[in-house]
């Protein structure tokens, strides 16, 4: 899997294809109806760092080093 770093915070993010975005976009909105919600997930949540919400049109490749053992990884679509 791809990891890249956002270039503003350092925060390090892995990347999915856009198809994979969509689909967990989609999965979540349709459980937040189920229970009588509104649907609030979107695309752009995946199209931006979670930390700083810097664009991840400007990410940098991590290295190994960048992401210290444990670390959970966030997902993002890279553009």
Known sequence: ??????????WVHAVIPLVQA?????????YYLSKGLAPTETLESYLKCVRCGASSDKFLPARPSDVPFGTTIDTVVMP
């Open 1 to 10: 899997m791809n990891q890249y770093k956002c270039h503003n915070c350092g």
């Open 22 to 30: 969509e689909a967990a976009v989609l999965a979540a909105n349709e």
